[in-house]
Nanobody, 119 residues
Framework: QVRLVESGGGLVQPGGSLRLSCAAS????????MGWYRQAPGNQRALVAQ???????NYADSVKGQFTIFRDNAKNTVYLQMNSLKPEDTAVYYC?????????????WGQGTQVTVSS
């Protein structure tokens, strides 16, 4: 069984910064892509950023130049540095991992962490 522990969400004023982290543990045979998705009320969950095991990154157009994703492979942890936050960045942020996770599982999700950008 895979466990994802997210942290770093909270309330921040517009223009502020937050760093999210997601640590994966448990039955992980190979960890490929790690990423962050977000879901705002009334919207579907959508990709924010993803990083492969080789370090290739992919960002949603709306966060390019604003957010940075990086990972520590030794710790099976992915981070999302969010700068210049705007009210429209308010959402629940979910961590996702892909790979060979045991029992035929190829993907897993975190429980979500709330990010609220408001003055």
């Amino acid at each position: 069984q895979v466990r994802l522990v997210e942290s770093g969400g909270g309330l921040v004023q517009p223009g502020g910064s937050l760093r999210l982290s997601c640590a994966a543990s448990g039955s992980i045979f190979r960890l490929d892509a790690m990423g962050w998705y977000r879901q705002a009320p009334g919207n579907q969950r959508a990709l924010v950023a993803q990083i492969t095991s080789g370090g290739t990154t992919n960002y949603a157009d709306s966060v390019k130049g604003q957010f940075t994703i990086f990972r520590d492979n030794a710790k099976n942890t992915v981070y999302l540095q969010m700068n210049s936050l705007k009210p429209e960045d308010t959402a629940v942020y979910y961590c996702n991992i892909e790979g060979f996770l045991g029992m035929g599982v190829r993907s897993a999700w975190g429980q979500g962490t709330q990010v609220t950008v408001s003055s």
